[in-house]
């Protein structure tokens, strides 16, 4: 199946989770804040039971506007959701600290491994971390896939990124000051580790007895 939507509005609706209404769209009624709204009543769904979007609230959502899942070969990440417009690819890549994504800015083919495993080399990467994060991870995932899905331009402030590594975490919780220099390149590094993981979680061999951890740390084992 292809992973390129169809743009229409139908292919964004769904059902509410609580009370089974049908017709309902992922609405932005204030910034930052997502609620069901009814296409039929043309007014925003309340059945009582409104809550902040949870992850798997977010996974639905993604699922009912026609992202395709898969199991991303490196174990940085658990879920893989993926979905292009006229012109861009976007991945939303789920780990257990964050909600990733990366954009294409062409429509990219899928690539699999023999295990049935995606690919994620390529593309521009934006990190949002849960941590520290000053905007709501999940709204803003849904943001950014609705303007996908509706042939929009991600805006430059989307692709920024957002909160602290679980290095910095533990930073903080010692009260030791990162260097930054060095956290950037580390992600350019974990970059490196995704493009080449046999998906084992295991270092990997890079050249001339370097090798590198998913943290993206190198190592001189030898060959």
Do not use: W
């Given at each position: 199946m292809s992973s390129r939507l169809n743009s229409s509005e139908s292919e964004s609706l769904?059902?509410?989770?609580?009370?089974?209404?049908?017709n309902m769209r992922w609405t932005e009624v204030t910034p930052g804040k997502w609620m069901p709204f009814d296409v039929?009543?043309?007014a925003i769904h309340?059945?009582?039971?409104?809550?902040?979007?949870?992850?798997?609230?977010?996974?639905?959502?993604?699922?009912?506007?026609?992202f395709e899942a898969y199991v991303p070969r490196t174990n940085s990440w658990q879920h893989a959701f993926i979905a292009s417009n006229e012109c861009q690819t976007i991945y939303f890549l789920i780990g257990k600290r964050s909600i990733d994504f990366k954009i294409y800015d062409y429509v990219r083919d899928t690539k699999i491994d023999s295990k049935g495993r995606l690919f994620t080399d390529g593309g521009e990467m934006v990190r949002n971390y849960y941590y520290k994060s000053n905007v709501?991870?999940?709204?803003?995932?849904l943001k950014i896939a609705s303007r996908l899905v509706n042939?929009?331009?991600?805006?430059?402030?989307?692709?920024?990124?957002?909160?602290k590594t679980w290095q910095e975490q533990k930073?903080?919780?010692?009260?030791?000051?990162?260097?930054?220099k060095d956290h950037f390149n580390r992600n350019e590094m974990v970059d490196v580790y995704n493009a080449i993981s046999s998906g084992s979680g295991g270092d990997?061999?890079?050249?001339?007895?370097?090798w590198i951890s998913a943290d993206g740390s190198l190592h001189d084992k030898g060959r």
């Open positions: 769904f059902s509410c989770h609580f009370c089974g209404a049908d039929s009543k043309q309340n059945c009582g039971e409104s809550k902040q979007l949870t992850r798997d609230d977010v996974i639905q959502c993604l699922l009912n506007m026609g709501v991870v999940h709204d803003l995932i042939n929009l331009p991600i805006e430059e402030s989307m692709k920024a990124g957002n909160g930073a903080d919780r010692f009260g030791i000051i990162p260097d930054r990997e061999y890079l050249c001339d007895g370097m």
